[in-house]
């Protein structure tokens, strides 16, 4: 669950399958996620456009990467401790 910017929590996911349709859907983006996974070290924009890519995935409302920020919280510790549970799920 992300948290945003007015307190409501919305759902994000990032399962094999979303990575699947995500290919075959949005080929640039999923382009852009496989690129990041590949890199060495990771920024914290990086992680963002995970949590971002996760956020889509989960059907939540199609919008902008540019708009996704203004939306979620800029408490750090807690999108990216998002970014973790989406890229090393406890499942």
Known sequence: MLKLKDGIGVPVQLTFKDLYKLEKENPEL???????QA???LNELDMVKVVYIGYLCA???KISFEDFLDKISNNRNETLSVYYDLIYPKN
């Open 30 to 36: 999923a382009e852009e996620y496989f690129n990041l």
């Open 39 to 41: 890199k060495d070290k």
């Open 59 to 61: 059907g939540n409302e």
